[in-house]
């Protein structure tokens, strides 16, 4: 199998499988609504990721 980096994907159908690391995972619920879930914020890394500081 191929590697694709987030980089490499176009906006539309798309049949490529992405490896990834999930750093964080946020979700906004809604309690007024009985916890109704509002969005979930993801955070993702390929190996193809660059840091700066």
């Known amino acids: 199998m191929t590697k694709v980096f987030f980089s490499d994907l176009k906006s539309g159908r798309c049949s490529f499988v ?3 690391r999930l750093l964080r995972f946020w979700e906004a619920k809604n309690v007024k609504r009985g ?3 509002m969005w979930m ?9 660059s840091y700066s500081f």
């Not at 914020?41 to 990721?49: A, E, G, K, Q, T």
């Open 41 to 49: 914020d993801l955070l993702m890394v390929d190996v193809n990721v």
């Open 18 to 20: 992405v490896e990834s």
């Open 35 to 37: 916890g109704e879930l």
